[in-house]
């Protein structure tokens, strides 16, 4: 499986918070998914997956036009849901949502929450299931999917035992990264960041 943030997008460039569904990409957005497009058009993808957020849909889009493959929208895969705060520019939110991100993250508190937004148990558990069935509808089978930093950072460090190593360096635009299921455990052999092995095209 290949794993990647959206491209850049316009809730990046104007510092708003939460899930922001309606966000689409920036210009410079655009050529970081048609380059994310270029480095995986030899890779026997069968399927992409996204979230259901335009930018994140976006990407996908760009990534199935080379072999034209079908984009499935996941609501699953969307990014931490921060309750009322949702869409605000207000520094002091966004503090307290890398304070949320660094206790589930390096402390391990999964209780910890923005308002009345999601715990790290509720997104460990939808994001976890999503993957779950995603690896079980391809069995063998080379699949993408394009969701969100927090998201997806939060979910791969606990599913592929990164643990605090990824905390501080944050999931670049538009990398693809592989992520493994052997059956019983998913495995992390490529991390943007440089925790993990370069990536390796050719492994699912």
Sequence with gaps: MWCLRHAESANVITGTAGVVPAAPLTEHGRHQALAAARLLADEPITRIYSSTAVRARQTAEHLAALPELTVTA???????????????????????????????????DLDQRVSDGETGHDVLARMTATFATIATAHPGETVAVVGHVASLTVTLARLCALGSKVWGTPLPHARPFLVEWDGHAWHCPAWPDGHCAPLAPGVK
Excluded: F, S, Y
């Design 74 to 108: 996941m609501p699953e895969l969307n990014e931490v849901g921060i309750g009322e705060h949702e869409g605000t520019n207000d520094p002091a939110v966004r503090a307290r949502t890398a304070e949320v991100l660094h206790a589930w993250i390096v402390k391990q």
